[in-house]
């Protein structure tokens, strides 16, 4: 049973999805549901001895292509509507243990490339507003299966965040004639200190106004609003740098680094965006080797955060353990 | 291999159905050989002209 519940206090929708309270919770190694299917073995959610990258409809999904009709009636306060859009999976790799670090970086373009096609795909559904692609990775920010994957939900609306950043980069326009993103990685660079690395077509920092210690956005370097529009330099581009961040990461505190990694694009609802800067967000949630940052009351009550690092620190911190990336090296 | 070396990749996709009416789709990459001609380098052959027939 899901439905889209709308929240007149914050004019945001909130999904019920209690068929997700049944999902697949930390299965034993042998029958993780998103290995290859081995012959004689349990069948898992790919029916297959091998594949590279697999992309499949979740099977416990916060929105439907085909949802059933609302529990409780409508009403001009309380809103409600069919939970539309789609939910996938990407399982990264066939290997149950590794992570996107650990695998080579030809891996990580080829999933950049499976990101750009789903992105492609999804957002032409006439009621896809939004296609959001994002990872979480570690238990630390919740994830029921270890084996290497990403998520995929397609809105049929804008989502909160990203209205808010539509609506500040827009704003930045109005007053000064730049692009937001352009300005802040303007900045960025000129001050230097929180930038972790940089290569031709994009610009990793823990960013000024940092809201988690190890934030990390990837800021493109040319104005564009999506993976569609990146040139196949600036797929490889990208590749290295998300490569670079995630082996700093993990060699952080010497062990496999939980995030959330959020993909930042234009909306697919038709509308015009170009003032929108594609990007990519990460919010780890350790603020030390052994000590978690809890979104507790300032955050979660007020939306206030508070970070007890500072960004210019951490930077300084990460960047010490980024190395440099060859290709064909697996 | 350095980045600018490196051949584009052609993502090839081929889709089915769950028996649970789902749709799963397998990805796989065709990396051509290095020594391959990208096809809008290929040089053209010219046509034979009424001087070289």
């Not at chain 1, 581009?237 to 060699?251: F, G, H, N, P, T």
């Not at chain 1, 959020?262 to 780890?284: C, K, L, N, S, V």
């Amino acid at each position: 049973m899901s439905e889209l519940r709308f929240n007149p206090l914050l004019g945001e929708w909130t999904a019920t999805a209690t068929a997700r309270q049944d999902r697949t919770f930390f299965p034993p190694d042998d029958y993780c549901p998103l290995c290859p299917t081995e012959p004689g073995g349990f069948p898992t959610e790919i029916p297959a001895e091998t594949y590279d990258i697999v992309a499949f409809e979740n099977k416990f999904p916060s929105l439907k292509r085909k949802p059933s009709e609302p529990v409780v009636e409508d009403d001009p306060l309380f809103r409600v509507a069919p939970s539309r859009g789609i939910c996938e999976v990407i399982v990264y790799s066939p290997h149950h243990t590794a992570t996107l670090t650990t695998e080579p970086i030809e891996q990580l373009y080829k999933l950049i490339l499976v990101w750009t096609e789903r992105f492609r795909e999804l957002g032409e559904h006439g009621f896809v507003d939004y296609v959001f692609i994002f990872e979480n990775k570690g238990a630390e920010v919740g994830v029921t299966l270890s084996h290497p994957h990403g998520q995929i939900y397609a809105y049929p609306f804008i989502p909160p965040i990203i209205k808010k950043e539509i609506e500040q980069s827009k704003r930045h326009l109005v007053d000064t004639g730049k692009c937001l993103i352009c300005s802040i990685v303007e900045t960025e660079r000129s001050f230097a200190a929180r930038i972790i690395v940089e290569n031709e077509a994009f610009t990793a920092t823990i960013p000024f106004f940092a809201r988690y210690p190890y934030e990390v956005h990837i800021y493109a370097t040319r104005h564009l609003q999506a993976l569609t529009d990146l040139t196949a330099f600036e797929q490889r581009s990208l590749a290295e740098i998300l490569k670079q961040i995630m082996v700093a990461y993990d060699a952080l505190f010497d062990r496999s680094f939980p995030y959330i990694m959020a993909i930042h694009q234009r909306p697919t609802d038709g509308g015009d965006h170009g003032h929108y800067h594609f990007h990519i967000e990460f919010y780890p949630p350790m603020r030390s080797a052994t000590k978690l940052k809890f979104l507790a009351g300032s955050e979660a009550g007020a939306g206030m955060f508070i970070n007890d690092t500072l960004p210019e620190e951490r930077a300084a911190e990460l960047r010490s353990h980024i190395k440099p990336v060859f290709w064909g090296e697996a | 291999m350095q980045k600018s070396e490196a051949p584009s990749v052609k993502i090839i996709s081929e889709r089915i159905t769950l028996p649970d009416d789902r749709y799963l789709i397998y990805y796989t990459f065709e990396v051509p050989r290095l020594n391959e001609t990208p096809s809008s380098a290929k040089v053209e052959e010219p046509e034979p002209s009424e001087q070289n027939v």
